[in-house]
């Protein structure tokens, strides 16, 4: 376990080496090889960190099949642990409806700063009628966040082409409808709540 705790750890080539206790239920068996569960990997992953990156692994251990209720029990567990306590904070806004790491952290970036919170995966009409799922969305501000990934456009260039200009009259048809559409990329995440709460204000 990589760890920052340098308590009950070993130093190795700059990284510490800690010794963790696991409970019943920590470990699983996956085709005949002992591993920890889905719920102690992502406690163990996010413990000491930030909510943007904390939700990157809780939500993934949700959208696994784990609840929150199963993150909590093998939170409390370690809760000697340093770094226990700010993710028990961290677990109530972890959600299965993220379906990416950058959604993960670009809503964690906006609730770490105190914005509202957006609603997920929302079906949305377009000025022409059609219906659009978008990622994220502050409704009575009509304004749509949508975290941009390379991935999500294809693997190839034809692809990419292809996919490129139907996000485009999506995002038109949506602003005819009087939504704003903000994008975000990871390296757009230190700039994005002061892009998301501007919007929020002029709203």
Not at 70 to 94: C, D, E, H, M
Not at 139 to 154: A, S
């Amino acid at each position: 376990l990589y760890t920052l705790d340098t308590r009950n750890s070993a130093s190795r080539t700059g990284l510490h080496i800690a010794v963790s206790p696991l409970f019943p239920g920590d470990v699983v068996d996956v085709d005949g090889m002992r591993v920890t569960s889905i719920a102690r990997t992502a406690i163990d992953l996010s413990r000491g960190l930030a909510l943007p990156a904390a939700l990157i692994a809780l939500d993934g251990a949700l959208r696994a099949g784990e609840t929150q209720a199963s993150l909590f029990r093998v939170a409390l567990n370690l809760k000697q642990w340093r770094g226990t306590k700010t993710l028990r904070s961290s677990i109530p806004y972890a959600s299965s409806l993220s379906e990416s790491a950058l959604e993960s952290a670009a809503r964690g970036t906006c609730i770490a700063a105190g914005l509202p919170l957006p609603d997920l995966q929302v079906t949305i009409e377009g000025a022409s009628g059609r219906a659009y799922r978008v990622d994220m969305v502050w409704r009575n501000e009509r304004l749509i966040l949508e975290p941009d990934g390379w991935l999500k456009y294809g693997e190839t260039e034809r692809e990419r082409r292809s996919n490129f200009k139907a996000e485009k009259l999506r995002e038109d048809d949506l602003r005819a409808a009087g939504y704003r559409v903000l994008r975000v990329t990871w390296e757009g995440l230190s700039n994005l709540s002061g892009l998301v709460a501007g919007q929020l204000r002029n709203s």
